[in-house]
């Protein structure tokens, strides 16, 4: 079993910048592609970002693309989201998730076997 835990979201003002960190524990997942998703109150989980196990291919969703970049240490076990120009739609939670069967980056959510708890990311204007 894998246990991921997300951590480093918080509340930043409009343009402002976070890291997220997702560790896993349990196995290593350097042979598994990450993935980010989030879901904002009332609204369906969305994919936000994911990456390969060597992390030499990533796809970011329209939304975020040129403000957000995932990456992975595996070394460390970890992902992570650094998200730049942050905007107030992009308040959610987010959530780290990892895909033990596929080898390419997969958007929809029931692509992945592991999820961490989530971690709230809130953007004031």
């Known amino acids: 079993q894998v246990q991921l835990v997300e951590s480093g979201g918080g509340l930043v003002q409009d343009g402002g910048s976070l890291r997220l960190s997702c560790t896993a524990s349990?196995?290593?997942?350097?042979?598994?592609?990450m993935g980010w998703f989030r879901q904002a109150p009332g609204k369906e989980r969305e994919f936000v970002a994911g990456?390969?196990?060597?992390?030499?291919?990533?796809k970011h969703a329209d939304s975020v693309k040129g403000r957000f970049t995932i990456s992975r240490d595996n070394a460390k076990n970890t992902v992570y989201l650094q998200m730049n120009s942050l905007k107030p739609e992009d308040t959610a939670v987010y959530y780290c998730?990892?895909?033990?069967?596929?080898?390419?980056?997969?958007?929809?959510?029931?692509?992945?076997?592991?999820w961490g708890q989530g971690t709230q990311v809130t953007v004031s204007s």
């Open positions: 990456i390969t196990s060597t992390g030499r291919t990533t």
């Open positions: 349990g196995r290593t997942v350097d042979n598994y592609v």
């Open positions: 998730a990892a895909d033990k069967m596929w080898t390419i980056v997969r958007t929809s959510g029931t692509s992945y076997d592991y």
